[in-house]
């Protein structure tokens, strides 16, 4: 099983970043996937998540409104895009697969994850 996310990086507040997951060893659509992050300090925290077929997404009220979870099941990936980026939204995000797409649900080993700093 692999969890590989990428697309993170240095943006300024305001600004916007989409970061992809690409998985493989696991039936993918049978599982729901989710976003997580983890700033400096703090414990990791559910931010985003969408059902196997894609169907259904819930979002942490602290991106509500401001990001968008989609994933391919074609190639096995699953995507966040953030806009309107916040200085608090500095940290290490991470995909997972579980059973609830509205919570934290983590099934798997974790991957590298993606570093997201958000600084003028």
């Known amino acids: 099983v692999q969890l590989v996310e990428s697309g993170g990086g240095l943006v300024q507040p305001g600004g916007s970043l989409n970061l992809t997951c690409t998985t493989s060893?696991?039936?993918?659509?049978?599982?729901?996937m989710s976003w997580y992050r983890q700033a400096p300090g703090k414990d990791r925290e559910w931010v985003a998540g969408?059902?196997?077929?894609?169907?259904?997404?819930g979002y942490a009220d602290f991106v509500k409104g401001r990001s968008t979870i989609s994933r391919d099941n074609s190639k096995n990936t699953v995507a966040l895009q953030m806009t309107s980026l916040k200085p608090d939204d500095t940290a290490v995000y991470y995909c997972n697969a579980g059973e609830r797409y509205n919570a934290y649900d983590a099934w798997l080993a974790w991957g590298q994850g993606t570093q997201v700093t958000v600084s003028s």
């Open positions: 969408i059902s196997g077929a894609g169907y259904s997404t």
């Open positions: 060893g696991f039936t993918f659509d049978a599982y729901s």
